[in-house]
């Protein structure tokens, strides 16, 4: 077997995780797919000459183009996740395999729209450190900082991940009540529905959430249509968002943020954020 074959069968044997690491910074199937070809090349011009680790190195070049590709997104201030990126189905039965092996590990969409948030060299230690346990000693010349600064940098994305640790009792009644708002659109029970919605509640949508034109929408009978609509098929995450509770999710791709304001046990206004630039200057962290 000559050295190219050789060296195209460990890149094959490694696709599957590289693919994982790159669509994990990404975000996007298309990206994650030119960001593993990049490492190919690389490897195919190169070869493994003085590499004594094959898959770590690939694993480091994935990373080093997957970083370089965010950094040029957010200078272009570009959506990371295009239309049609693949969301995990609410009922896994017949579930396809790709999709499977990209999102894996409960890494959903709803997941990968928080990290967007995150500055590119944050998510690039937050993601090799806790979700492939690569040490800090070698994501640091990725990311181009010491060791001790990509834990820093590792540190400050997990909390933005994983949450608050403890609401206070205002977000914690707040959830109770969108806690109730989700599980009735999932479930299509629309007088559960109608049930958490002050009768003038105000939907509100950016041009992003609206195709083109801002919406807003008043009264629980409307808001309640578009809500059972819009939960159909789609997975979605709790978060607390500018000092709410919200959700966030990505329909047909497009990462969108819910934030609800709550007034005792009803929801009185509903807040829709697609816009890239809204996306981007809002406080977001993940709830359990």
Request: glycine residues 10%; proline residues 6%.
């Amino acid at each position: 077997m000559d050295e190219e074959s050789f060296l195209a069968g460990r890149f094959e044997a490694s696709r599957p995780h590289l693919q994982r690491v790159a669509y994990r910074m990404l975000g996007s199937r298309a990206e994650a797919d030119d960001a593993v070809q990049e490492a190919w090349l690389k490897l195919s011009r190169s070869g493994a000459d003085g590499i004594d680790n094959l898959g770590g190195w690939l694993t480091t070049v994935v990373a080093r183009v997957s970083l370089d590709m965010l950094r040029s997104r957010k200078s272009r201030r570009e959506d990371p996740l295009e239309p049609g990126v693949p969301e995990p189905s609410i009922d896994a039965a017949g579930a396809d395999p790709e999709q499977d092996l990209l999102l894996g590990d409960a890494v959903g969409v709803a997941l990968l729209v928080v990290l967007q948030m995150l500055d590119p060299a944050e998510r690039v230690a937050f993601v090799l450190h806790d979700m492939f346990d690569l040490p800090f000693d070698e994501i640091a010349p990725i990311v181009g900082r010491s060791s001790a600064a990509a834990r820093q940098l590792a540190s400050r994305a997990r909390r933005r991940v994983q949450g608050p640790p403890k609401l206070d009792v205002d977000l914690a009644s707040q959830r109770r009540v969108v806690d109730a708002y989700l599980a009735a659109s999932r479930s299509g029970d629309m007088q559960a529905l109608l049930a958490v919605l002050d009768p003038d509640v105000v939907l509100r949508a950016d041009p992003g959430a609206a195709r083109g034109k801002p919406l807003e929408v008043r009264g629980a009978g409307v808001v309640s249509g578009r809500a059972l609509a819009g939960a159909r098929g789609h997975v979605a995450q709790l978060v607390v968002v500018n000092g709410a509770i919200g959700i966030v999710a990505a329909p047909q791709g497009r990462p969108t943020v819910l934030i609800f304001r709550v007034a005792g046990d009803r929801i009185v206004e509903i807040d829709v954020v697609a816009d890239a630039g809204r996306l981007a200057g809002l406080d977001l962290t993940v709830l359990d």
